[in-house]
């Protein structure tokens, strides 16, 4: 169920440390996704590919980073706001997450602060496949 701008969401992206983009290790984008970064950017869509996808498995997926709190992010993903650099930009998987009114990461963070009575806390988390793929 994707939300509607009249529905009220239960998250606040600001407050997040960018779970959605440091802790999934494929993000998928299609043509149309590189296209907009190559629009975005000014380059070509052969120069946008190059640059900010990778392949993996025949699966187009943008690139990540070093990252000082989850290891690897998003390429995108500016380490010290914790915000998408290419926020109008961004693939239409980033665009729908979390295709909800509630985000699991941020009831998570929001649980574990108010647990630690610290609002700096970032709990860690690691998403681990059954099949033992990542």
């Known amino acids: 169920m994707a939300t509607t701008e009249t529905e009220r969401n239960y ?30 950017f000014g380059v070509d869509v052969e120069t946008a590919e190059r640059r900010f996808t990778t392949t993996w498995k025949g699966e187009k ?12 992010a998003c390429k ?27 985000c699991a990461y941020y009831d998570l963070l929001q649980f574990e602060r108010i647990q630690q009575g610290d609002d700096t806390v970032v709990p860690l988390v690691q998403i681990t496949f059954r099949n033992g793929e990542r």
Do not use: M
């Not at 998250?11 to 984008?29: F, H, L």
């Not at 980073?65 to 989850?70: E, G, L, N, T, Y």
């Not at 010290?80 to 009114?101: E, G, H, S």
């Open 76 to 102: 995108f993903l500016d380490p010290a706001t914790r915000q998408c650099t290419i926020y109008d930009a961004r693939p239409l998987v980033c665009r729908n997450f979390p295709d909800r009114v509630r």
């Open 61 to 72: 997926l943008l690139r990540r980073k070093a990252d000082p709190i989850f290891g690897k």
């Open 11 to 40: 998250y606040d992206c600001t407050k997040c440390p960018a779970y959605c983009c440091s802790i999934y290790e494929r993000v998928q984008v299609t043509k149309r996704d590189i296209k907009r970064l190559a629009v975005h």
